[in-house]
């Protein structure tokens, strides 16, 4: 089946704790990104990769890293995690920029 | 600053009752995305508008796109409660850096 799968689905991490959430997907796709949706906010992009090692910040890259060292993953890393990053996170991909996106089941993050 | 405004944010409406949500934006696109997310799920491809006058259609659901006003609507007819959910558009900036700009959301409510 074609997907693209997000772990953990739920985390509780304390302030300052390094975490990775990991992303992958099987449809041999180009380009992957990462959101947090936020109450009323809709989503905002943290970081977008066009493909193997070309990766790029979107609105909201703070505190956020980010790698592709292979097609099919995307992690999102965050380095020192602080409470302003409790949200939920969603990876999706593409087969190429513009065309329509997969996203993940999405992953509830909670920084006490 | 780039916007995407959807209107309303909140509906409830009954069952078999049509209406229409907008989507506004204040860039030049001719590529904009309609999502469907169900509470506590990942975000449904709902419809791809690519150009000027797009109209697309399924089901109960139909949406539109004109590009010379910056407007999406997306149209539902006889509504039934299955449509409940909250409902995004997205567009894609004409001189994109590679980001897909999102509105807040409309969470719709259908009553028996």
């Known amino acids: 089946e074609a997907q693209v799968t997000q772990n953990p689905r739920y985390l509780i991490t304390v302030t300052g704790k390094k975490l990775t959430v990991t992303c992958s997907q099987n449809m041999n796709h180009e380009y992957m990104s990462w959101y947090r949706q936020d109450p009323g906010l809709g989503l905002r992009q943290i970081y977008y990769?066009?493909?193997?090692?070309?990766?790029d910040k979107g609105d909201v890259p703070e505190g956020y890293k980010v790698s592709r060292k292979e097609k099919r993953n995307f992690p999102l890393i965050l380095e020192s995690p602080s409470p302003n990053q409790t949200s939920l996170y969603f990876c999706a991909s593409s087969l190429q920029f513009g065309g329509g996106y997969t996203f993940g089941s999405g992953t509830r993050l909670t920084v006490v | 600053e780039l916007k995407v405004e959807q209107n309303p944010l909140f509906l409830s409406m009954q069952e078999g009752k049509n209406y229409t949500i907008y989507c506004n934006y204040s860039t030049t696109s001719d590529r904009l995305y309609w999502y469907r997310q169900d509470p506590g799920k990942s975000l449904e491809s709902l419809f791809v508008?690519?150009?000027n006058g797009a109209v697309k259609q399924e089901g109960r659901l139909m949406a539109s796109l004109d590009t010379k006003a910056r407007l999406s609507t997306l149209h539902i007819t006889a509504a039934v409660h299955d449509l409940s959910a909250t409902y995004f558009c997205a567009v894609v900036p004409m001189d994109s850096n590679y980001q897909l700009i999102w509105g807040a959301g409309t969470k719709l409510i259908i009553k028996p």
């Open positions: 508008l690519l150009s």
């Open positions: 990769s066009m493909n193997v090692e070309v990766t």
